[in-house]
């Protein structure tokens, strides 16, 4: 048993109809119950709600505070290495794409420590391409090792990994695991990966399971916004954390908003979100869920990340740089995204305090798993 | 209103206090101390225990202050037992509140690993406060392995909702030899008089105070309520009746 044989169950065309199809009561219902399930959750992401969007952030913003205060963790990316077997129509590390490669060394990925610390971090994302002759099980056990006396809380953006390699990274003190499905329509999915293990749809979808299975303290779920409906796209990113949750219930879950732009010669996208959509996608996973951690990175504006912190979203980045050593050595030949927001941590961690919010930087603990 | 006493501390406050969800450690200090609250509980996750600086904990040192460290986060007795070693050696306390929550969802108690952590951790020679359901039997047997208070829920963490498990607090209430704190889920000054007029020896107050827009003046409400409740519960209050008294009992034709 898997979500494989869940998501079977479920009709993409009749799913986007009931989204497409509710109403300001189905909206209405969502806001007013006290326990709102996925329906609920089609009526929130719908265009009927969006009349309600200023009612969904109070809502979002009060069950947000209530769970985790006015805080607000930090994290930074760790790019280890751009080098990736796979083609992603959509990717900057695509292997069609003609950049430098680059795989840190123990030196260069200390060189990085060495800045992040300067900064304050505490939390770090290691996140690389896919490379599994260079950059396998093996590499990925050496980092969390090399990391883990300078860091509370490491998690990983790599390859989906079998359940025993989890194991193994766990035992070193991995902490958390981010595999996003990038979308869930198995169709549309073949057209962006078309090469690589990658492409294999049904592999990556099996991947919370395996990470479920290896006990892993906290497993990020997430679409790539652009590629299909984002409301169809979301409800099965929902559907998903809702399987999850209640079968691996020792874990803890997150949700990101990796969200596509229109660029020239870049991937057609299917759908183009909007700043307000994407402000009630939040809300609504707030509704939703009140416990689970909503994160953002640094691909966001510095005006959208700075009004977000009051709506819902729990876990952001800074200062990131996205070209492997782009911390101690930056070369924006190496990187994977052009990143939005461009103030330095200090700044950024200003503008929190002055919303009324406590940034924290350590909110882990390495003895704890 | 009587003191409080709990191993070898004495309270003259039964409000016990969280660090956690404060807008900035400045508006914790200032809320704790309009609390007046003498016993403050801070997670392990959120300090640097080798930062002999780390901010939350500077804002903590004012003498009025004894350091309750919590093991929020663990999820097993095995963690536990590590995580109260390395506070009490970094912290120099022997106090831990015991929360195992393998849960993140609820942070429900673990009944199991929680006994079996008191149990070890008791041995080492800790004062063990558990954080626990509210579970009479339970209660009684962390209470037989040596745990200095219990600290039941009153309903979910966070939830603010209030005291939804009574009838099971007024047994362990009923029942204990240790004092109960009556912990998580009290959202209003009314609240915690309410578990202090039922008996209950203090509460523990954190969301409440933290997530209020002026933590500062709730700090000082849930001080006034908790001194309220306890006097009430010493004064010993009139029942609650359902009826009138009979103006002509029954039994008079016995007199």
Same mark, same amino acid.
């Given at each position: 048993m898997s979500f494989k044989s869940e998501i079977e169950k479920l009709n993409w065309d009749q799913i986007s109809k009931q989204i497409y199809a509710s109403t300001a009561a189905d909206v209405e219902h969502a806001l007013n119950t006290a326990k709102p399930d996925l329906n609920d959750f089609a009526a929130l992401i719908s265009p009927a709600?969006?009349?309600?969007?200023?009612?969904?952030?109070?809502?979002?913003?009060?069950?947000?505070?209530?769970?985790?205060?006015? $805080?607000?963790?930090?994290?930074?990316p760790l790019y280890l290495s751009n080098e990736c077997q796979n083609i992603c129509t959509y990717c900057g590390f695509s292997l069609d794409v003609k950049i430098e490669r680059k795989t840190l060394s123990d030196e260069e990925i200390m060189a990085e420590v060495k800045v992040l610390k300067s900064y304050g971090y505490d939390h770090i994302l290691i996140v690389t391409g896919e490379a599994n002759k260079t950059v396998g099980i093996d590499y990925f056990k050496n980092a969390i090792q090399l990391l883990k006396p300078h860091f509370s809380h490491i998690a990983i953006e790599v390859q989906p990994l079998e359940?025993?390699?989890?194991?193994?990274?766990?035992? /070193?003190?991995? %902490? $958390? /695991?981010? /595999?996003?499905?990038? $979308?869930? %329509?198995?169709? %549309?999915? +073949?057209? &962006? &990966?078309?090469?690589?293990?990658? #492409? %294999?749809?049904?592999?990556?979808?099996?991947?919370?399971?395996?990470?479920? +299975?290896?006990?892993?303290?906290?497993?990020?779920?997430?679409?790539?916004?652009?590629?299909?409906?984002?409301? $169809?796209?979301?409800?099965?990113?929902?559907?998903?954390?809702?399987?999850?949750?209640?079968?691996?219930?020792?874990?803890?879950? #997150?949700? #990101?908003?990796?969200?596509?732009?229109?660029?020239?010669g870049g991937v057609e996208l299917k759908s183009v979100m909007s700043d307000k959509e994407l402000v009630q996608l939040i809300c609504a996973y707030r509704i939703f869920n009140q416990e689970i951690e909503l994160s953002m990175s640094t691909r966001e504006s510095e005006v959208f990340r700075n009004n977000v912190i009051k709506l819902g979203i729990t876990s952001i980045s800074a200062d990131s740089k996205t070209d492997p050593g782009g911390y101690a050595n930056p070369n924006v030949n190496l990187e994977q995204f052009e990143i939005h927001d461009k103030r330095t941590t200090s700044q950024f961690i200003q503008s929190i305090i002055d919303q009324g919010y406590e940034p924290v930087f350590k909110g882990w603990d390495k003895v704890l798993q | 209103m009587s003191d409080l006493k709990i191993g070898d501390k004495v309270f003259t406050s039964r409000l016990f206090t969280g660090t956690g969800k404060f807008k900035s450690n400045e508006m914790m200090e200032a809320a704790l101390l309009a609390s007046g609250s003498q016993l403050v509980t801070m997670a392990l996750k959120r300090v640097d225990l080798n930062d002999s600086e780390d901010d939350l904990l500077q804002h903590l040192k004012p003498t009025n202050f004894s350091w309750l460290p919590n093991t929020s986060g663990v999820r097993t007795a095995k963690e536990a037992v590590f995580a109260a070693e390395l506070a009490r050696e970094a912290l120099q306390t022997n106090w831990i509140k015991l929360e195992i929550h393998p849960d993140p969802k609820y942070l429900m108690p673990?009944?199991? @690993?929680?006994?079996?952590?008191? @149990? @070890?951790?008791?041995?080492?020679?800790?004062?063990?406060?558990?954080?626990?359901?509210?579970?009479?039997?339970?209660?009684?047997?962390?209470?037989?392995?040596?745990?200095?208070?219990?600290?039941?829920?009153?309903?979910?963490?966070?939830?603010?909702?209030?005291?939804?498990?009574?009838?099971?607090?007024?047994?362990?209430?009923?029942?204990a030899t240790v004092p109960v704190i009556v912990d998580a889920g009290i959202g209003a000054p009314s609240h915690a008089a309410y578990a202090m007029e039922l008996g209950a020896d203090a509460v523990l107050v954190n969301t409440a105070i933290a997530t209020a827009k002026d933590p500062v003046k709730i700090g000082l409400a849930f001080k006034m309520a908790v001194e309220a409740g306890r006097m009430a519960f010493e004064a010993k209050m009139g029942q609650q009746k359902d009826h009138a008294e009979a103006s002509s009992p029954l039994t008079d034709f016995l007199n």
């Open positions: 709600a969006a009349p309600y969007l200023e009612r969904m952030a109070q809502k979002s913003h009060d069950l947000t505070v209530q769970r985790f205060g006015k $805080t607000i963790q930090m994290y930074a359940q025993e390699e989890y194991e193994e990274l766990i035992g /070193v003190g991995l %902490n $958390t /695991v981010l /595999v996003y499905q990038e $979308t869930y %329509n198995k169709e %549309n999915y +073949k057209k &962006h &990966h078309p090469k690589g293990k990658k #492409s %294999n749809f049904d592999y990556r979808l099996e991947t919370h399971d395996r990470m479920g +299975k290896a006990g892993i303290y906290k497993m990020g779920v997430g679409v790539l916004i652009g590629l299909e409906d984002w409301r $169809t796209d979301s409800f099965y990113a929902a559907a998903h954390l809702d399987y999850l949750e209640k079968k691996y219930w020792q874990s803890n879950y #997150s949700i #990101s908003f990796p969200r596509l732009r229109p660029c020239a | 673990d009944p199991i @690993e929680t006994l079996l952590a008191t @149990e @070890e951790l008791v041995k080492k020679g800790f004062i063990v406060l558990p954080y626990i359901h509210a579970d009479p039997v339970l209660a009684k047997r962390l209470q037989d392995v040596g745990a200095q208070a219990v600290m039941p829920l009153g309903s979910p963490i966070g939830s603010n909702k209030g005291i939804k498990t009574e009838d099971f607090l007024r047994i362990i209430i009923e029942q």
